[in-house]
């Protein structure tokens, strides 16, 4: 069964830097487009970034120029690079393969506080 398994997260203090990893299993990067989505307590899972089979990018407004999405297709790897990170980017963050009704990650928790 195709997985997704996502490494990376922890704590940073506001204004540093994390980068979340996610390893695909299952040969699925190579069908479908990747994303990363976050969720914080309280909130709905929101859409962070796209990254398309021919790597075309995509962002939320409120991350772009702060997040960038990335992929190693040699490695079915996916990345998300986050820098300058603030309070507020504290969630549960997902990497996903096809969409909401696709393949999930398990999730890792980003915690940006000082």
């Known amino acids: 069964q195709a997985q997704l398994v996502q490494s990376g997260g922890g704590l940073v203090q506001p204004g540093g830097s994390l980068r979340l990893s996610c390893v695909d299993s299952?040969?699925?990067?190579?069908?479908?487009?990747a994303n990363w989505y976050r969720q914080a307590p309280g909130n709905q899972r929101e859409w962070l970034a796209e990254i398309t089979r021919g790597s075309s990018t995509s962002y939320a407004d409120f991350v772009k120029g702060r997040f960038t999405i990335s992929r190693d297709n040699a490695k079915n790897m996916l990345y998300l690079q986050m820098n300058s990170l603030k309070p507020d980017d504290t969630a549960v963050y997902y990497c996903?393969?096809?969409?909401?009704?696709?393949?999930w990650g398990q999730g890792t928790q980003v915690t940006v506080s000082s």
């Open positions: 299952g040969n699925i990067f190579s069908i479908y487009d």
């Open positions: 996903n393969a096809g969409g909401s009704l696709g393949h």
